[in-house]
């Protein structure tokens, strides 16, 4: 069968209105919109007069040459698959283990509802619950590939079998809690936990701008268009006072409007939020506020053409990434998101000496936990107990240098 030439246009349409029929929401849309037309655009730029694979592929081994994998990549890969989907006519649910569909018997059903049952007793999100299903589920699915088909059958090889078949390792953990769950209650005799492999995972330092790049970014901005004062006013937010992007998009007019205060519940942890709006952020608000367009909605923040909607996350990134741009800042492997202004808040509340608990509660965090998070960006203290690395000799020099063991 000859292969169908999609004009860019026609295949773009094509993925939004699949993506509406799935019931996507339209951030979801407006996401894989922008998406699309940054893959669209550097094909045109590179001589493709059409979408195939082979330039989707080219496209990304291009962004991955210049820019590594980051989660923008991730974005844009599962753009490319979904294109390649809807082009070969074979449009798949999912493309990675992390959605995978378990077909398990009567029994093992039966013992993961039981089994979330008693994690739900527990106090546990709904959330958590789900993570718990999914991970038993896939462990139990593995135990029928290897022909175990009941609790009382598994042996310790089927049982590390089973578990190197998870290729989702952050799920181990949960297969290991899982085990010592049926000794606990008695579905087995013996506690196979101890087999499951150990995961760690990698350690990131979180992504963090220095004062002097903040402040590039913060003067990159022009504050003359409606445009800049409102992304002037976003970025402040996150820059000054630490807000994370949801509950800056969230942000109503009242909750600022002749307020010196900012009293919020949190979209990610439904916790109470009190902040003091320190003079240059309620300042850049209500030079906002002042030109911000007539509309019926409560939202600060607004797109800057009709309709006048509220924005949405993915608004407030790509401004950021635009003013990094701007700024001429060599971001590397950092991270360009608003989160990594967050962080830098931290990191440098940290290195003013104020204390963990304090930037705990100005960024919002419920848990004492949070506190660990902190001490990874506390880069100047850290700095005292790096190691001078050895000199490279023998066999590893050789290898650095390309010749041939």
């Known amino acids: 069968m000859q292969e169908q030439n999609y004009s860019f246009t026609e295949l773009r349409a094509e993925l939004l209105e699949k993506l509406r029929n799935l019931g996507c929401t339209p951030i979801t849309i407006t996401g894989y919109r922008y998406l699309c037309n940054s893959i669209i655009s550097w094909l045109q730029d590179n001589g493709h007069d059409y979408y195939t694979e082979e330039g989707g592929n080219a496209f990304l081994q291009a962004y991955l040459d210049n820019h590594g994998i980051n989660q923008y990549y991730n974005n844009l890969r599962t753009t490319i698959y979904r294109l390649n989907d809807l082009k070969n006519g074979n449009w798949k649910s999912v493309h990675s283990d992390k959605g995978k569909k378990f077909f398990l018997s009567g029994e093992f059903i039966d013992v993961v509802d039981k089994y979330c049952i008693h994690e739900e007793n527990k106090g546990l999100a709904k959330g958590t619950i789900k993570y718990k299903r999914y991970a038993t589920s896939w462990f139990l699915h593995e135990l029928v590939e290897k022909q175990c088909c009941s609790l009382l059958e598994m042996t310790p090889k089927v049982v590390v079998m089973s578990c190197t078949k998870i290729t ?6 949960e297969v290991k809690l899982f085990l ?7 579905k087995v005799d013996v506690d196979y936990s101890t087999l499951v492999p150990h995961y760690s995972k990698p350690y990131v330092i979180p992504s963090i701008y220095s004062i002097e790049e903040i402040k590039r970014i913060e003067n990159s901005i022009d504050t003359d268009t409606v445009l800049g004062k409102r992304d002037y006013a976003m970025i402040l937010l996150a820059s000054r006072m630490g807000l994370r992007s949801g509950d800056i998009v969230k942000l109503k007019i009242n909750d600022v409007k002749g307020k010196d205060e900012i009293n919020i519940f949190q979209q990610k942890t439904g916790n109470m939020l ?8 309620s300042d850049a608000l209500n030079n906002y506020l002042a030109v911000r367009p007539q509309s019926t909605y409560g939202e600060i923040f607004l797109n800057v053409y009709a309709p006048y909607n509220p924005i949405t996350t993915a608004t407030l990134r790509n401004a950021l990434r635009k003013y990094i741009l701007l700024a001429n800042i060599d971001a590397g492997n950092r991270k360009k998101g608003p989160h990594s202004l967050r962080s830098s808040l931290a990191s440098s509340m940290v290195n003013d000496k104020v204390s963990y608990e304090t930037v ?7 848990s004492n936990n949070a506190i660990k998070h902190y001490a990874r960006i506390d880069i100047e203290k850290l700095r005292a107990y790096s190691l001078e690395p050895p000199v490279v000799s023998g066999g590893f020099k050789a290898f650095l240098n390309g010749e041939v063991m």
């Open 168 to 173: 989702y390792r952050s799920l181990w953990s």
């Open 180 to 186: 010592r769950y049926l000794v606990d209650e008695g």
């Open 274 to 281: 009190h902040l003091p709006i320190i003079k240059d952020v």
């Open 360 to 366: 705990r509660k100005v960024l919002g965090h419920s």
